[in-house]
C-alpha cells in the first residue's frame, strides 16, 4: 500500500524543529505507530568549551549519509526516515544532528534509529573542532574507539 | 583541467598540517592505489610529511565513496583525504 | 555537579509536544549530549478502526510509572526522564506515549528510552478498547506475547 | 467503612464482565491469599465466574502495587483486578 520511503536528508548551518520533522514522517498517516527521534547536542565538556566547530565534506556528506540511510532501510521496516545534520559553529546546548525513524513497531524505530547514529558517528565526513573557553587553538575532537566498536555491532547479523 | 590530473581534497587536520583545501595534481604512472598515493605524498614535502605521518588513521575517499588503502584509484576524479570522522 | 533527576511523569487526555519537552530537559544544559524521544501513535488497524479508547487507572498508574523511571535512573547515566501516557479516545494518527531520555552518551538514552517501553507497555496500568469502523462493541486489544518477552530482556543483568 | 472491608476495582474487560467498576466487601477469614480472593469471587456468580473463569491471566494489585497470585492481602485496602495491560 505504501509508496517506497524517500529518507531525508539534509545537510545544514541553521537549527532544526524535533516535532515538525516528526509531524513531516506522519502527518496523514494511519499506519505508523512508533517514531523514535535521536537529538545530538554539543556539550560545553565541564565548562571547557565555548563552542564546536563542525566542518564537513559538502560533495560526499549527503550521498555517504543516503548510503547510510538505504542500509537502515534494508534492515527495518520502516516507513520514513530524516537525518538531519548541522555543520558550522554550534554552541553548547545547541543541535548538532536529528534522527528521525519511523515504524509500524517500536522495535524497528528504536534499532534503526541507533544503527543511524551509529554509522553517522563513524562514516559520515563531518569533523568537530574544539573552541577552548582561554581561546586559542581548541584542537580536533578525537575518534572515539567505541564509536567505531558501536558501528561494527551491526555486522554480525 | 589535464586528463589524467586528479582533484585531491583535504580535511580537518589533514588540511590544516599541508595548509591546502584541494589542488589539481598530476600523478606518476606508479602511483596505482590509495596506499601508493599516501606514500607518494608524503615525499612532496614537510607539511605533507606532518599530515601523513601516521598514513594508517588517514581516512580516504574516492569520488565521495569510502575506499580502503588497498583500492585502485584508476579512473578516479576526486580524491579526499582526512581524519577519522567525529560528527554525529 | 548535577541535582538529582526528578523524572516528569504525565497521565492526561491532552496530546503533548514533543520539542516542547526535549527543551524542558535540556533548556540550560550543557551536559546533556543525547536525547532520544519515543513517541507511540494510534494506528487504524488496515483502516478497520475509528479509534482506540485508553482507560486507565488513576490510582495506580502515575505511580508504577514512577517506579518504572526509577528503575531506568538506577540503570543508566541520565540527566533525565520524562513520560506522558494519554488516557481517552484517541483517533489514528494521533499521539498515545511518549517518553524522553536525556544523557551525556547517546547509547545510555537509547537503551533507557527502549527499557522504559517495554516495561510501560507490559506493566503501566493501561488498557486499549478497539473502536472499529462498522460501528459496535470493538473489544479490548489482548496483550502481545512479544511484548513480555521484550519486557524479560532486560532482566538478565 | 466497615474496619474488615475492602475496596475491589476492575479494570477493562475484569469491569465489562463483572459490571461493576469498583464494590466494597468484607472478605471470610479464610481468603488470605489473591489467590484465595480470585477463588472466592469465582462463586459470587455468573458475572464473576465469567470476568474470572481464566483466573491465570487476571493481575492484580494491591494497594496500587502489582502483586502475584500468592501474595497475602492482609491489611490490603484496595484490590484491583485487570487484564494483562496494553498500554504504551
Not at chain 1, 119 to 135: C, I, V
Amino acid at each position: 500500500m505504501s509508496a517506497p520511503v524517500v529518507p531525508l536528508i539534509r545537510i545544514q548551518a541553521e537549527d532544526f524543529d524535533t516535532s515538525a520533522e516528526v509531524a513531516r514522517l506522519t502527518r496523514g498517516r494511519h499506519d505508523i505507530g512508533a517514531v523514535v527521534t535521536f537529538t545530538g547536542l554539543c556539550r560545553d565538556e565541564g565548562g571547557r568549551l565555548t563552542a564546536l566547530e563542525l566542518e564537513h565534506y559538502p560533495a560526499m556528506a549527503e550521498a555517504e549519509i543516503a548510503r547510510i540511510a538505504e542500509q537502515a532501510m534494508e534492515r527495518w521496516p520502516l516507513d520514513g526516515v530524516s537525518v538531519i545534520h548541522r555543520y558550522g559553529r554550534i554552541a553548547p546546548g545547541d543541535n548538532i544532528v536529528l534522527v528521525v525513524t519511523a515504524s509500524t513497531h517500536r522495535h524497528a524505530a528504536f534499532d534503526a534509529a541507533s544503527f543511524l547514529m551509529d554509522y553517522l558517528k563513524s562514516r559520515a565526513p563531518f569533523w568537530k573542532k574544539e573552541h577552548p573557553k582561554e581561546g586559542g587553538d581548541g584542537g580536533w575532537v578525537d575518534a572515539r574507539e567505541d564509536d567505531a566498536i558501536a558501528a561494527k555491532r551491526w555486522q554480525r547479523s | 583541467m589535464n586528463e589524467n590530473s586528479l582533484k585531491l581534497v583535504y580535511f580537518a587536520w589533514v588540511r590544516e598540517r599541508i595548509g591546502l583545501t584541494e589542488e589539481e595534481i598530476v600523478l606518476p604512472g606508479e602511483v596505482r592505489t590509495v596506499k601508493d598515493l599516501l606514500g607518494w605524498l608524503k615525499g612532496r614535502g614537510e607539511e605533507y610529511e606532518a599530515a601523513l605521518q601516521h598514513a594508517d588513521v588517514i581516512r580516504v575517499a574516492i569520488d565521495h565513496e569510502h575506499a580502503d588503502h588497498g583500492e585502485t584509484i584508476a579512473g578516479a576524479r576526486e580524491i579526499a583525504l582526512f581524519p577519522p570522522m567525529t560528527g554525529g
